[in-house]
């Protein structure tokens, strides 16, 4: 892997680890299979998840960066204020950004889940 990832062609992986090309060739697609799995399970399982989990952490930041801002406390002087509004104002429009992106990941798992009834459905008919 770390060869391809030099920009090594597949004969040249070949000849650097003493392997027949064809060798080389199964692995690397052995390889693209396995990556397409992990990206699938990754857009189907993990993702959501990460989601949701990543909205939470920001709210609680947000929650935590106005208690900065509106407290009384002495050692809270103005440019701890002025950060915690800044850092606000970024939670907000990453916040935006994943609200906005979130009905694209569930339409995609929708899409995918499609696509793999279909791939069952053609498998069993062929």
């Known amino acids: 892997m770390i060869l391809l990832t030099k920009g090594l062609k597949g004969y040249q992986i070949a000849g650097a680890l003493n392997l027949t090309q064809s060798t080389v060739s199964r692995d690397i697609n052995y390889l693209s299979k396995e990556s397409s799995n ?3 399970y990754l857009v189907q399982q993990s ?4 989601y949701s989990t990543s909205i939470e952490g920001i709210k ?3 929650k935590e960066c106005w208690s900065i801002y509106e407290s009384d406390n002495a050692s809270m002087n103005y440019l701890h204020k002025l950060n ?3 850092l606000a104002k970024e939670c907000n429009e990453s916040l935006f950004k994943l609200v906005a992106e ?3 990941l569930v339409y ?3 899409l995918e889940e499609r696509l793999e009834k ?3 459905f053609k498998k069993e008919n062929a």
């Open 38 to 40: 992990n990206l699938k």
């Open 47 to 50: 993702l959501p998840f990460l």
């Open 60 to 62: 609680s930041i947000l």
């Open 84 to 86: 915690s509004l800044k």
């Open 102 to 104: 979130g009905p694209s």
């Open 108 to 110: 995609l798992k929708e």
């Open 118 to 120: 279909i791939e069952n």
